[in-house]
């Protein structure tokens, strides 16, 4: 789950993390509220997206000369146009994808004097199962171009959290920020404090860029990103009530709803199966035989007749949908009841792709017929591949 860049400064502030003064606001009145509260003359107006590369974004409505989502404003009069500006508007940065994401947040804060500009990002690294932490000297909107053409100057230091964060750490973090004297001190208690506040928070990502110096000697987090956990939210109600629904993906939103696994992707064909291993199987398969999956999901081995009905909507609610590939093991699900699933979800909305179900697993035969029998134009695979083939078959033809 993502929080927006207040919410995760709000979060960061409680572990004694420095942040600039800011005031959230969701309406043009609230961001000069928020604007008069700060001491000025330098206010950054900043919009309130699931998205970075904000301030190199550009506004749909307002045309390619207007400026991006982040804006540096002088007076109380700028913020107010500003907001003016941003508020429903939609934004496109190379994080959103075309269709960018309209604008309902702001987040009106204290214009810092930047000496430095720095990067610093944390991740759980499955690969050596430790905690990774990425810094550069070369922070600022450009990281990817860094990362791309001089991965040099970055610098990855991991944390076994058996042992947790070591002074040692902190060191490796303030030399390869090239921070001496005080700026080093500070950078090796920020490290250690963001350590502490990913590992109890259980994120699974967290972004600080720019981390700056100011002009007057502080290093201070001007912009984050944090992403968490979401097997562990349980944990953490205060992050959980967070979730701002309108930024996430309204069929992934729907699906969690029946705490079905549910990704949505680039493809046309929908795939519903029992198990992540054989949803990733079923998707590989499918492009193999030269098409794509249009999602990920997984229905989970105790699903009841509802939630294939309800996963069934979620597929067929998505447009670039032009078949489906239903794909179960009935091992602890029996084949009768998702037959029964599929044939009421498939009554209920008006089924106009192609179906392709493989049934296997416990009462197949009983799920086979109740398949056949439904008088629904349901076409029935035998293994994966033969299944595979025909939903491609199927779709190519239907185009
Ligand atoms: P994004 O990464 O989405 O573009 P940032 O919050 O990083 O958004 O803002 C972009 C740039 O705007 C930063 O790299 C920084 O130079 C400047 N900026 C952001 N917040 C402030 C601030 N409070 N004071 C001064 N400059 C800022
Ligand atoms: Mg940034």
Redesign the pocket.
């Known amino acids: 789950m993502n929080i927006h860049?207040y919410q995760a400064k709000e979060l960061l502030a409680k572990f004694g993390i420095g942040i600039?003064t800011?005031y959230a606001a969701m309406s043009v009145e609230e961001a000069v509220a928020g604007a008069n509260k700060l001491p000025g003359p330098?206010y950054?107006v900043?919009?309130q997206i699931h998205?970075?590369?904000?301030?190199?974004?550009k506004f749909v409505e307002l045309g390619p000369d207007a400026k991006?989502?982040?804006r540096?404003a002088k007076s109380i009069a700028d913020v107010e146009a500003d907001a003016k500006d941003m508020l429903g508007n939609t934004l496109v940065?190379i994080?959103t994808g075309a269709a960018g994401k309209q604008v309902n947040r702001l987040y009106v804060?204290?214009?810092?004097?930047?000496a430095k500009?720095f990067y610093l990002s944390m991740l759980v690294d499955r690969a050596s199962s430790k905690i990774a932490m990425i810094v550069s000297t070369e922070?600022?909107?450009d990281i990817e171009t860094v990362a791309h053409d001089t991965p040099e100057l970055i610098t990855t230091i991991t944390i076994d959290p058996a042992t947790g964060f070591m002074p040692h750490h902190g060191r490796a973090v303030a030399f390869a920020l090239k921070l001496s004297g005080d700026l080093a001190k500070q950078a090796q208690k920020l490290s250690s404090q963001l350590y502490t506040a990913f590992t109890t928070l259980d994120c699974d990502m967290l972004e600080i860029?720019?981390l700056?110096e100011t002009k007057d000697g502080n290093l201070?987090v001007?912009?984050t990103?944090m992403s968490f956990d979401s097997n562990a939210l349980y944990r953490h109600p205060d992050v959980e009530a967070m979730r701002d629904e309108t930024e996430e993906d309204p069929m992934e939103v729907e699906a969690s709803k029946y705490d079905l696994a549910y990704i949505k992707l680039d493809g046309d064909i929908g795939c519903m199966v029992n198990g992540a291993g054989l949803a990733m199987a079923t998707m590989d398969i499918i492009k193999l035989n030269g098409s794509f999956p249009a999602n990920f999901l997984d229905v989970g081995g105790g699903a009841t007749k509802e939630k294939v009905t309800a996963a069934f909507k979620i597929i067929l609610s998505d447009p670039a949908v032009k078949g489906i590939l239903v794909n179960i093991f009935g091992g602890i699900m029996r084949c009768d009841t998702i037959a029964e699933g599929i044939v009421a979800a498939a009554r209920e909305v008006d089924l106009d792709v192609p179906l392709v179900v493989r049934l296997e697993g416990t009462n197949v035969q009983k799920g086979k017929d109740i398949l056949a029998n439904s008088g629904l134009p349901i076409v029935s695979a035998n293994d994966l591949g033969d299944a595979a083939r025909k939903i491609v078959a199927e779709v190519k033809q239907a185009a």
Do not use: F
Request: no cysteine; net charge negative; glycine share 28%.
């Open positions: 860049e600039p800011g330098l950054v900043k919009s998205a970075g590369g904000r301030g190199k974004g991006g989502g982040v540096l940065t994080q804060t204290d214009g810092v004097d930047i500009e922070g600022g909107m860029n720019p700056v201070l001007l912009d990103k």
